[in-house]
């Protein structure tokens, strides 16, 4: 097929198994392309390229003061969301997704989206009882907020505003574009939707590879499928994940004494 041409939505399947919100012109092996590439690309990225060009210069990531390692960590995550964009763009371009509403992000009408993010910012409370719980249940694992609690309370503001981009603005936006933008909505052509927004929270949780945050991540998955199912507009799950993760620092600022 020509990479310019449009490729043909399947319509083989009944109206009752048809996109219940959006149309999804590729098939499952699309979709297990794009998320085992993104798996592959991450893996690469921050085991290999991030090192290799630290090592160039003659350092090592452990070796770095905090003000390093946050510097490191923002442009990891830059690469991370210039990765997933890229990636989607490059697997996804000849089906033209844009025309057919995939990705819509829009401001106007606010009426439209903001009151169900501000619905969905009640639930917040059950997450963080979730989360005090799962780290009793898996006490024993590794706790990944370790070190950016420790970088936050060496008080450094220089520190603190480069972690603050990477967790309120870089992380949403990749992370949403991949589970909600991609995942979630592909499913819907092989489950009812509520399956593909457990299906997808379910990847989401798994992909972040914590015991501890598998429970949590979960629940904030369901949530912010829910509400970008509901919206049809992936700027209110970014939104959502943004508020969340702007809370865990937050949190974890005050913790450490910032």
């Known amino acids: 097929m020509d990479p310019g041409e449009q490729a043909p939505i399947d319509t083989s399947t009944s109206p009752e198994e048809q996109p219940r919100f959006i149309q999804v012109p590729w098939d499952l092996n699309k979709v297990f ?37 946050a510097l490191v960590h923002l442009l990891l995550d830059v690469s991370e969301m210039g990765v997933t964009l890229g990636l989607l763009w490059a697997c996804l371009r000849r089906y033209k997704p844009l025309a057919l509403g995939w990705f819509r992000s829009w401001l106007r009408p606010a009426r439209r989206w903001v009151p169900q993010v501000l619905l969905a910012l009640l639930s917040f409370p059950l997450v963080d009882i979730v989360s005090a719980r799962s780290q009793i249940w898996f006490r024993h694992d590794q706790d990944i907020w370790g070190p950016l609690e420790q970088s936050l309370s060496a008080g450094d503001p220089v520190t603190n505003a480069l972690y603050f981009v990477v967790v309120t603005v870089c992380a949403p936006i990749w992370e949403e574009a991949i589970f909600r933008g991609f995942l979630l909505p592909s ?71 910032m």
């Open 187 to 257: 499913l819907t052509k092989y489950m009812r939707v509520p399956v593909a927004i457990v299906a997808s929270a379910m990847v989401f949780a798994f992909a972040h590879f914590s015991l501890q945050r598998f429970l949590p991540l979960v629940l904030l998955g369901i949530i912010f499928g829910t509400l970008f199912v509901r919206t049809k507009n992936l700027l209110s799950s970014v939104l959502l994940h943004s508020f969340w993760n702007m809370w865990i620092f937050y949190c974890l600022a005050m913790r450490g004494g």
């Open 33 to 69: 392309q794009v998320m085992i590439l993104w798996v592959l690309a991450f893996w690469i990225l921050g085991y290999w390229i991030i090192p290799l060009g630290l090592g160039t210069f003659g350092l090592e990531r452990e070796d770095l003061t905090t003000r390093g390692q």
